[in-house]
């Protein structure tokens, strides 16, 4: 977003953004499916956290309705603030990174949530089917694996107090 709340699309990798500058998600489904988005920051110091909390199973996309992770209540593009961890030298720019996982079915992610991630010992790989417990309880499932597809858009962010609003 600029500073004036216009929505400006970015590059698809290593635009430059500052402290002062907001973002969000535009999500478009060009198929006649419908299928449903997780949205995730990977931090500046790879903590993980869900940006589409709002929606418990993933955002809802119907074919061909652009969908704002972002947004509020009031149709309003708000974005979502950009800040630097205390402690995180600001010495020079960092990578952040924004990742939408797209799958077929509503799938509750959270348990990818933690800002601790990287603290905790590794755990063995799960298919994303081993979620789907937690996706749309008390609707009957079927076996069929979910397919799932992940995007991701990465910024360089500047520690400083400003937009680096370019456009």
């Given amino acids: 977003l600029s500073p004036s709340g216009a929505f400006q699309p970015m590059a698809s990798h290593g635009e430059p953004m500052g402290l002062a500058d907001s973002f969000v998600v535009r999500i478009e ?5 419908r299928l ?3 949205v995730f920051n990977i931090g500046l110091q790879r903590s993980i956290s ?3 909390d709002a929606w418990a199973s993933g955002v809802l996309l119907l074919p061909n309705q652009p969908v704002y ?17 205390a402690g995180l030298p600001r010495d020079q720019p960092r990578h952040d990174v924004v990742m939408a996982m797209i799958s077929s079915e509503a799938v509750d992610l959270h348990t990818l949530e933690s800002p601790s991630y990287l ?8 298919p994303l089917q081993a979620h789907a417990p937690n996706a749309a309880p ?3 499932r079927d076996m069929r694996p979910a ?21």
């Fill in 29 to 33: 489904n060009i198929t006649a499916a």
């Fill in 36 to 38: 449903y988005a997780n």
């Fill in 50 to 52: 869900l940006l589409s």
């Fill in 69 to 85: 992770v972002g947004d509020t209540t009031t149709g309003v593009l708000r974005g979502f603030p950009l800040s630097w961890p």
């Fill in 119 to 126: 603290a905790r010992p590794p755990l063995a790989p799960r």
């Fill in 138 to 140: 008390g609707v009957a």
């Fill in 147 to 167: 397919r799932y597809a992940i995007v991701w858009r990465d910024y360089r962010l500047f520690p400083i107090d400003a937009s680096l609003e370019l456009g």
